[in-house]
């Protein structure tokens, strides 16, 4: 995008970006999970229904996470909330609510999308995501406070807890191996094989002291996309070229870590109205403005468009072949890229052929399977405006990060070579077209009037458009892809068996960069799920291990969480509220927080 650095945010704060975040809580497509199941069982002999990264499965997981939390019968009718209770948790750490504080003119989203082909889904957490809704956001409606990882996973067991060390302010700097353990630097899918790690590393300062957190079991690693992806490069788990060009000794030469690295990309359309909204009521400084019910007001009113919406029957085919068709010609611009993004040395053939299932599923299947091509949102946080926002969901463009020194104290290289493949902006351009007419259709053009930025003439042309998304889209601080849970032939960083990095016999990956591909919703919510199935599959692990009288039964460190603390989360994953078990200690090293060990 002409060179423009954007800012990524993260949080950098005990429960991690789920302290600073925007709140949404929104599950993605069926058929996304699915597809991401059948690309993690593409090598193996058992079916992708058997796994546990298989919709149902992990709707389980998400469940397990939260507890639903109603809307009062006035909020309800004010912003035309409809939901099905029982398509969510009831027990579990994260409160799944809704603002204690509406504006009526929300009750204008779900019928102008619906003029639009985008009809009101009165159930999009069960598995179809695709139409118009209010989202629920992360409240707990007890008290109206932010419910994330820590507040669901942490503050209820700090101090209660033997086998829990929380070192806050810590900044991991790499992993401690056992270079005993393997001699060869090619990675292996077999456990039994590779590295052992045998602690973690950490220090409060760059040029502080370092200090090493014994490990008797494993480390889990959850310090988010970027995180845990520069925490695995630092200790010598990445592509060759990237960890030599750093100066840091090559352990195992796992060339997908940090490859395809994604993120959804958001642009805004700015319009005057003449309705009150929050941001109005913020600037007022009234006694209104300061009560726990209007604080608790967030946006949340979305919609996941579908191609059949964006462009009309004949241009949706059009952009469908040609993407398809470009394939191999992408592909080839991928693979030449290289691991920096420079040229100057090609990506490894595995990480070339996940990129290709990639997009073979991006164009055949979530294309054309109705899942949401792009998120539509409205903002009522600017006083005297109304701001109407699309995200792009299913970016073919993908990128690399890479470090360019040892020291986790130095920021990494983000490229997510945003908007390099055509097909990305035909459909965002799309989108912008679609908030426009959207701008303009009854009831919720009542209360809009005249667009105030971009200043576009009555009809940009579609060069108008591109430069606008160019100069100004920004991150919807959805980074993913950088530690794919895929197989080895396809370029995964981790094992969908178990978590585990390749080449490593005791690390695991648990957090938001696990995903191969985009979904079509914001990461945190799915993150939760990640964490919950990962405690499952860690749980069964240790308890055979532990009845044939093995691992589960010495008294030793398991891995933690990330940001977060028990049993699962996103903002910092993982959860004690499953793994704390007795004869486990868990050792949470954090800047906000990260690993554990
Ligand atoms: C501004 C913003 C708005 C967002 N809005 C939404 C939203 O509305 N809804 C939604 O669902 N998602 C949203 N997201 C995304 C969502 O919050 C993340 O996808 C999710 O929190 C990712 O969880 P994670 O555990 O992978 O990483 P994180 O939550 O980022 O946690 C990683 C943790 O690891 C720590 N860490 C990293 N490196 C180290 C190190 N070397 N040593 C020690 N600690 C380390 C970090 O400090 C952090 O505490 C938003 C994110 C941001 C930043």
Request: hydrophobic residues 35%.
């Given at each position: ?275 009150t909204t929050a941001g109005d009521i913020h600037a007022s400084n009234s006694a209104e403005s300061k009560t726990a019910e209007f604080m608790s007001f967030i ?50 053939d595995a990480v070339v052929e996940g990129y290709k299932q990639i997009y073979k599923t991006i164009t055949d299947t979530f294309y054309t399977g109705g899942s ?23 970016p073919l463009s993908m990128g690399r990060m890479y470090i360019t020194s040892p020291s986790t104290f130095d920021s990494p290289v983000l490229d997510p070579a ?180």
């Open positions: 995008m002409n060179n423009r650095q954007l800012s990524w945010p993260r949080g950098k704060v005990l429960g991690g970006s789920s302290t600073v975040n925007g709140m949404y809580l929104v599950r993605p497509n069926q058929v996304e999970i699915d597809a991401w199941a059948s690309l993690a069982s593409s090598d193996s002999s058992s079916s992708s229904s058997n796994s546990p990264w298989a919709w149902n499965p992990f709707y389980s997981a998400m469940k397990k996470a939260e507890t639903f939390d109603a809307p009062s019968d006035d909020i309800a009718s004010e912003a035309g909330i409809e939901f099905n209770q029982a398509s969510y948790g009831d027990s579990g750490p994260i409160h799944w609510g809704y603002p204690g504080f509406t504006f009526p003119l929300l009750s204008s989203w779900t019928p102008s999308l619906s003029s639009l082909g985008v009809p009101l889904n009165s159930d999009p957490v069960s598995g179809n995501n695709t139409g118009s809704f209010i989202a629920n956001s992360a409240i707990r409606k007890s008290d109206w406070t932010r419910s994330y990882s820590r507040s669901g996973y942490i503050d209820g067991i700090t101090g209660s807890r033997s086998n829990l060390d929380i070192l806050t302010g810590a900044t991991v700097t790499g992993i401690v191996w056992d270079n005993s353990s393997s001699t060869s630097t090619t990675p292996s899918s077999n456990s039994n094989d590779g590295l052992k790690a045998t602690g973690v590393q950490y220090a409060f300062s760059s040029a502080g002291q370092k200090f090493t957190v014994s490990v008797n079991k494993e480390v889990i690693l959850s310090a988010g996309a970027v995180g845990s992806t520069q925490v695995l490069m630092v200790s010598g788990v990445g592509p060759q070229a990237v960890l030599q060009g750093a100066g840091v000794d090559v352990k195992v030469a796992l060339e997908g870590v940090g490859a395809r690295l994604q993120d959804h990309l958001v642009a805004s359309l700015v319009y005057s109205t003449s309705e946006n949340s009113a979305t919609a996941y468009v579908p191609l059949s919406a964006l462009f009309s029957a004949e241009d949706a085919a059009s952009v469908i072949s040609s993407a398809q068709s470009a394939m191999d010609s992408n592909v080839d611009k991928f693979k030449s890229a290289g691991p920096k993004g420079d040229g100057t040395s090609q990506l490894d949401g091509q792009v998120e539509v949102l409205i903002a009522l946080t600017q006083p005297g405006s109304i701001i109407l926002q699309v995200a792009l969901q299913h945003y908007l390099e493949n055509s097909a990305d902006m035909d459909i965002y351009r799309a989108g912008v077209k679609f908030l426009r007419r959207l701008a303009g259709t009854a009831p919720l053009s009542q209360y809009i009037k005249d667009q105030t930025s971009p200043s576009f003439s009555d009809s940009p042309s579609d060069s108008d458009i591109d430069s606008f998304l160019i100069s100004s889209s920004s991150t919807e601080f959805h980074p993913t892809g950088s530690c794919a849970l895929l197989p080895l032939s396809l370029g995964g960083v981790v094992s969908p068996s178990d978590l585990r990095v390749y080449g490593t016999r005791n690390v695991r990956v648990v957090d938001s960069s696990v995903y191969p591909m985009e979904l079509s919703t914001h990461l945190g919510a799915p993150t939760y799920g990640v964490a919950e199935v990962a405690v499952g599959l860690i749980r069964e692990e240790y308890e055979a291990s532990s009845e044939s009288g093995g691992a589960g039964s010495d008294n030793a460190s398991a891995g933690g969480s990330g940001g977060s603390g028990s049993g699962g989360d996103s903002s910092g994953a993982v959860g004690m509220r499953g793994l704390g078990w007795s004869g486990v200690h868990v050792v949470l090293v954090v800047i906000g927080w990260v690993l554990f060990v």
